[in-house]
Every structure is written in C-alpha cells, then in structure tokens.
T-cell receptor, first 114, second 113 residues
Framework: KQEVTQIPAALSVPEGENLVLNCSFT??????LQWFRQDPGKGLTSLLL?????REQTSGRLNASLDKSSGRSTLYIAASQPGDSATYLC?????????????FGQGTILTVHP | DARVTQTPRHKVTEMGQEVTMRCQPI?????VFWYRQTMMQGLELLAY????????DSGMPKDRFSAEMPDATLATLKIQPSEPRDSAVYFC???????????FGEGSRLTVL
C-alpha cells in the first residue's frame, strides 16, 4: 500500500528565505506526483504536476523535483513571502486504471513571517 | 475562470438527518472525485467517476453513503443517516484523463451534532 510522508510537519521562516519541503513515497510505481497548496478553510490549489518521466517542473518561484527511483520529491520555494503561508500537500497517482486514487501526505504547514 | 463549485459551503445538522452535497465540475472534465478531509485521517478518496460512470467507491461506507452523477454538470454525495463521525470537509475534484491533473473545489464543511 502506498504511503506518502512529508517532512517537516511544520516550518516557520523569515521572509526572503529559500526553503525546501520534502515528500517521500514508498512505492516508486507512480504515474505522476502533484503538489498542492491549501489555505485555511479553502480547497486545494494545484501548484505543480510532475509526470513520472519528468525530473522537475517550475512555476515562478516554485520548483518541484522528482526522483522516482528513490521515492522522493522536493518543493523548492525561492525568496519566500508572507503570502506563501499555507499548508503544502503532495500527492501521488498510481499507474493504470486507478486514475484519481491519489495518495496524499499529511502536509507541511508553512509560516513565513515578515 | 473555470473552477469546481460545491454547495453548500457549510452544513450543520443533527444525527440521523439526510445530507446532500453537490458539485459542479469544470466544463469538459471527464473525471470527478469525492474526497473527505479530517484532522486525523487527512485526505481520503471516497468515490470517483469517469464519464459519469462510477469506477470506484471502495472508500465509501456504503450503508449510509451514496454518490451519483445524474448529468455531466452535477455530482452528488448523499449521507443517510448522518452520524457525528461524518463531520469533516468534503471536497469534490475534477480532471481530464489525459493530463492527470486534479482541480479541487472549496469544500463543504459538514458538522453532525
């Protein structure tokens, strides 16, 4: 059974710092990995989607990498801002017909203080 | 701006009552999912549909939960009778098979007293 772990569970940094969020998964047979952001009381916003054949994806100040063989992904946030404060979740999708059966990590709660 | 729309956003009800949550997926998406989020369990998949056909509802307590897609613009999740342990935020998500990316609604926060 696929298990997804995110470290750290919580992170507090001063504005301007570069930071890394980690996601690990136990079964390397994945179709893709998706990073989400969730603000309090809100839904999940898709940040980056990495297909299993890709190594990384970038969007603005965000960069996500994927090392399928070692079962790891990292989300790099450059020059963090208070508006980046949220919970960040990673989720993996299995291959084949199990589309949508994403397995989520428990998330990393990020606080960026001015 | 295309988005997944869920109603109601908040629902407080008493144990034993029927609860229906509705979801309008993004136009053109052919897959729809229901997830439940709690502090203890995180996000759990309850059911999902492809082209309106239910593909998997193994995550759903079938004695009290039911999920349907009467048409391509509406998905429903019904709980009857509701119990306090059903209190959670229920999310609907939609996507396209070819991209594999999911888009979530803002959720329906359910409190069962």
């Amino acid at each position: 059974k696929q298990e997804v772990t995110q470290i750290p569970a919580a992170l507090s940094v001063p504005e301007g710092e570069n930071l890394v969020l980690n996601c690990s998964f136990t079964d390397s047979a994945i179709y893709n990995l998706q990073w989400f952001r969730q603000d309090p009381g809100k839904g999940l916003t898709s940040l980056l989607l990495i297909q299993s054949s890709q190594r990384e994806q970038t969007s603005g100040r965000l960069n996500a990498s994927l090392d399928k063989s070692s079962g790891r992904s990292t989300l790099y946030i450059a020059a963090s801002q208070p508006g980046d404060s949220a919970t960040y979740l990673c989720a993996v999708r299995p291959p084949g017909t199990s589309y949508g059966k994403l397995t989520f990590g428990q998330g990393t709660i990020l606080t960026v203080h001015p | 701006d295309a988005r997944v729309t869920q109603t109601p956003r908040h629902k407080v009800t008493e144990m034993g009552q029927e609860v229906t949550m509705r979801c309008q997926p993004i136009l053109g998406h052919n897959t729809v999912f229901w997830y439940r989020q709690t502090m203890m369990q995180g996000l759990e998949l309850l059911a999902y549909f492809r082209n309106r056909a239910p593909l998997d509802d193994s995550g759903m307590p079938k004695d009290r939960f039911s999920a349907e897609m009467p048409d391509a613009t509406l998905a429903t999740l019904k709980i009857q009778p509701s119990e306090p342990r059903d209190s959670a935020v229920y999310f609907c998500a939609s996507g396209q098979l070819n991209t594999g990316e999911l888009f979530f609604g803002e959720g329906s926060r359910l409190t069962v007293l």
